[in-house]
């Protein structure tokens, strides 16, 4: 992206690069449980060097800065080849923005600061085995009981839940209103009795995602955000933000995945025919694409504000795009590569992307009505 030639824009830069030159992790991500540790060690790195949430508030643990700098900062991170993929991903990408959005000065004040910090990693609650794509059908009760709500139900895929210590919790708690009217968006703290957690294993030998099941777990009223039956307009501003800015260093490291691959198979000589070099630049101009389309989404984009459905347009280009890269991955590595390489896991992997934060098939559904105003 090619900024104005600012002098406080350029010296940023410069401070960034020089920053994660000396900061990143020289050890690879580790995977399973220790990777908690791992995430907790790098976010609490970049906070205590001033460059955890750069865009966030000054009075909640972040910087105050531009959207600009943050930008800078993520086109920075993936080009130093820091870590892009942790376990505060919903915290940073999820938890976080809806708490600075739609959440009490108090909530601000004492969550806000601890995800900065990397003390507390969260994860989300909102799909269950029969409420997946349609989520405004979910069936996890909150029952308020004095100045408590006791909750029971499931919830499932739910990433890193075994290694929370909150989760945004979305419930119903007036089964007699409208489906989209009785729900209520908390913070569950995940470590009160009554909450088991059980992992499930991927394809990929990870077990980042897991099924969590509430057996009247007790949690203070005040931990709801916004309101009672209030919920689904909150998990509407959540949505916003995984779709929104908060997850340009994912669509940037597109370009470095395809960048590192091309560099592998020239190295092992592996272009042997036109084909494959076709699908090498197709892929290449494909993830630049994405790159341009996430710059305009940002250049458009107004703090506070949910950003516009074109939005899910780009999430679903991308997701696609993950699966096509990763399966060229595999065509010019073959498919040994699938144990022995990080393409190999990712591949694996990317199994779920078209799946995970809403199914391409009920986003491409948003696109006809809300894009080009088809017919429901």
Not at 52 to 58: K, L, S, Y
Not at 209 to 224: G, K, M, Q
Request: overall charge negative.
């Amino acid at each position: 992206m090619e900024f104005s030639q600012d002098a406080k824009l350029k010296e940023f830069r410069a401070e960034a690069r020089d920053w994660l030159h000396d900061n990143v992790p020289k050890d690879p991500r580790p995977h399973g449980i220790e990777m908690k540790s791992f995430d907790c060690e790098w976010q609490r790195r970049q906070f205590d060097g001033g460059w955890a949430g750069i865009d966030w508030d000054a009075e909640y643990g972040g910087r105050g800065l531009s959207l600009l700098q943050q930008v800078i900062w993520y086109e920075e991170l993936i080009r130093s080849g820091a870590p892009s993929h942790s376990i505060f991903l919903v915290a940073l990408g999820h938890a976080g923005p809806t708490l600075a959005m739609r959440g009490s000065e108090e909530q601000k004040k004492f969550y806000l600061p601890k995800i900065l910090q990397g003390d507390t990693p969260w994860c989300q609650g909102f799909s269950e085995p029969s409420a997946g794509s349609d989520l405004a059908s979910l069936r996890t009760r909150a029952e308020i009981d004095g100045d408590e709500l006791v909750i029971s139900g499931q919830k499932i895929w739910t990433s890193f839940a075994n290694m929370a210590d909150y989760c945004e919790l979305l419930v119903r708690t007036d089964p007699d209103l409208p489906k989209h009217k009785g729900l209520t968006w908390l913070i569950m703290d995940m470590h009160v009795p009554g909450v088991e957690i059980r992992p499930i294993r991927q394809i990929n030998g990870d077990a980042e995602f897991c099924e969590v099941f509430f057996d009247e777990a007790r949690i203070p009223i005040s931990n709801v955000v916004d309101k009672v039956n209030n919920g689904w307009s909150v998990a509407m501003s959540t949505l916003a933000a995984e779709r929104g800015p908060a997850f340009l260093d994912h669509r940037l490291d597109e370009i470095r995945f395809m960048d590192e691959l091309t560099d592998y198979a020239r190295s092992k000589n592996l272009l042997k025919d036109d084909v494959l070099y076709d699908r090498v630049a197709t892929l290449r101009a494909e993830a630049a694409a994405l790159r341009s389309m996430a710059y305009m989404q940002i250049s458009t984009s107004r703090k506070g504000e949910a950003p516009p459905p074109e939005t899910v347009a780009i999430r679903t280009y991308h997701v696609q795009l993950q699966q096509r890269i990763s399966q060229l991955a595999q065509d010019l590595l073959g498919l040994q590569s699938i144990t022995s390489t990080p393409w190999g896991r990712r591949w694996l992997g990317n199994f779920a992307a078209p799946i995970a934060g809403g199914t391409k098939d009920i986003q491409k559904n948003i696109i006809g009505e809300r894009v080009l105003g088809l017919a429901r």
